[in-house]
């Protein structure tokens, strides 16, 4: 299985510089999700770089210093097997990707968490 994450930052990033874009006419761009009704528009952040479950439980694994317990079961009903994100939006209106990889974010998050809850 594979699944595309966002670092916090770089969610937050995005938000920020979408607000300059208020969905409206004068900043529509080409293939954009602005309603023709009302002034709301449907952007995706993320990186569009999905990885491999499995390495990103290996990033949690460094950051933690420990093995997982790992406890592999079939497909559950509503799960797929893949996701990713399209950025194209995202960048159309504010020149802006999410970069940071999961061999940063996943040290950063554990440190943060680390900081916030000591454990």
Not at 31 to 48: E, K, Q, Y
């Amino acid at each position: 299985m594979s699944r595309d994450f966002t670092f916090i930052d770089d969610l937050v990033e995005a938000v920020v510089r979408l607000m300059d874009v208020a969905p409206n006419e004068a900043n529509r761009v080409e293939n954009d999700s602005l309603s023709p009704v009302a002034p709301f528009r449907m952007v995706n952040i993320g990186g569009g770089r999905p990885i491999l479950l499995m390495e990103y439980i290996g990033e949690l694994e460094r950051a933690l210093g420990r093995t997982a317990t790992k406890n592999f079961l079939p497909m559950q009903d509503g799960d797929v097997p893949h996701t990713t994100a399209s950025a194209d939006l995202l960048e159309r209106l504010i020149r802006y990707k999410p970069e940071t990889p999961i061999s940063r974010g996943v040290p950063a998050f554990v440190d943060w968490y680390r900081q916030r809850y000591g454990h």
